[in-house]
């Protein structure tokens, strides 16, 4: 659809005063610790850092321990993890956008690394029954997400994922795009789903690891238009202490 098709589409919502901007940085080097809460096993088992996009073979970092403990034998490596433009990472664009606030302190091309930790399960639907743990070893393994936990604080509260962000520059990110786009669905042939989001940001990425928070929340109108509220801030470094298995 076009941008004059979705005009009309568009739903020009309340607005909610931004939070203050904050930082969670970690240091140019950052050692991973703290324990996965969810996590009952019978034995250890080893921890990997994601491959990079060309498909690289996965970096053993340490253990996660049969009691959750995470244990590692050095700080996470900057030559693994998905690397991105900051400004793709953070989003806000589409073909139709009424408000374009977003702004970045220094180059929003800047290109930043998060890493996902992993391990690797033969069952992963059993993973908290300690009878049915065996690490997989065939040659295409079945990778579980470890993530710091992130705890709602209601039902209905948005869904929260904690990304641990490499920078090799201050940059802050502050204000809110709206946008709203449209995808052509195959089933039923010729539908077409109709998306508004709004992404919102007030945060500083500091020279090396930082520890940021992405939150999502989605809601469908009587008009079928779907509305994602995203919201970036950083994560308090405590929160860097529990983690969970996804």
Not at 7 to 28: H, K, M
Request: net charge neutral.
């Amino acid at each position: 659809m076009t941008a004059d098709e979705l005009r009309p589409l568009y739903r020009d919502l309340p607005r909610e005063a931004l939070p203050p901007v904050s930082s969670s940085g970690l240091g140019e080097t950052y050692t991973l610790g703290g324990v996965v809460g969810d996590w009952k096993a019978s034995r250890d088992v080893a921890l990997y850092q994601f491959q990079d996009q060309q498909g690289g073979p996965a970096v053993e970092v340490g253990t996660l321990t049969s009691t959750g403990t995470i244990k590692v034998t050095a700080p996470l490596e900057r030559t693994q993890g998905y690397a991105t433009k900051l400004r793709e990472l953070i989003g806000g664009e589409g073909t139709l956008c009424p408000i374009t606030e977003l702004t970045f302190s220094s180059n929003p091309e800047v290109r930043v690394l998060f890493v996902t930790l992993l391990i690797r399960w033969k069952d992963s639907t059993a993973r908290t029954k300690a009878a049915s743990l065996q690490p997989q070893t065939s040659p295409v393994p079945e990778w579980i997400n470890i993530r710091p936990s992130v705890t709602r604080t209601a039902a209905g509260a948005p869904s929260g994922a904690a990304f641990l962000i490499y920078s090799p520059e201050e940059v802050t990110v502050s204000g809110e795009n709206r946008c709203i786009n449209s995808s052509e669905q195959t089933q039923p042939p010729g539908w077409k789903s109709v998306q508004q989001v709004h992404v919102r940001a007030s945060v500083t990425l500091k020279p090396g690891w930082n520890a940021v928070l992405n939150t999502d929340q989605s809601r469908v109108d009587a008009s079928n238009v779907g509305v994602a509220d995203r919201r970036w801030t950083a994560l308090p470094a405590e929160e860097l202490a529990v983690w969970a298995s996804r």
